[in-house]
């Protein structure tokens, strides 16, 4: 069982710059893989990025590839998402979610287990 939760969500203007983080609770962080999705009201939720159980492998979406950034932290068991040039597209919930594997592969589906979500909202 690992649990997840989330932070750092808020209101910020176009352009500007977010911070989010994701604390798991549970001993055996280090063996999952990491990834960040977001749901637009009225949207289906959309994969943003994903980072690998050591760090080594990150992936993104196209939307937001050069602008998003994935790292983790396993001795604190944590991960965070730094936004950066934020649109108003960018608006969403943004939930972190955990898989289990100690791959190199970056997946965009099927994680095991999911954080409550932050609301993360730009105005132009």
């Known amino acids: 069982q690992l649990q997840l939760v989330e932070s750092g969500g808020g209101l910020v203007q176009a352009g500007g710059s977010l911070r989010l983080s994701c604390a798991a609770s549970g001993r055996t962080f280090s063996s999952y893989a990491m990834g960040w999705f977001r749901q637009a009201p009225g949207k289906e939720r959309e994969f943003v990025g994903t980072i690998n159980w050591s760090g080594s492998i990150t992936y993104y979406a196209d939307s937001v590839k050069g602008r998003f950034t994935i790292s983790r932290d396993n001795a604190k068991n944590t991960v965070t998402l730094q936004m950066n040039r934020l649109k108003p597209e960018d608006t969403a919930v943004y939930y972190c979610?955990?898989?289990?594997?100690?791959?190199?592969?970056?997946?965009?589906?099927?994680?095991?287990?999911w954080g409550q979500g932050t609301q993360v909202t730009v105005c132009s």
């Open positions: 979610a955990a898989k289990y594997s100690r791959t190199n592969y970056a997946y965009t589906e099927g994680y095991d287990y």
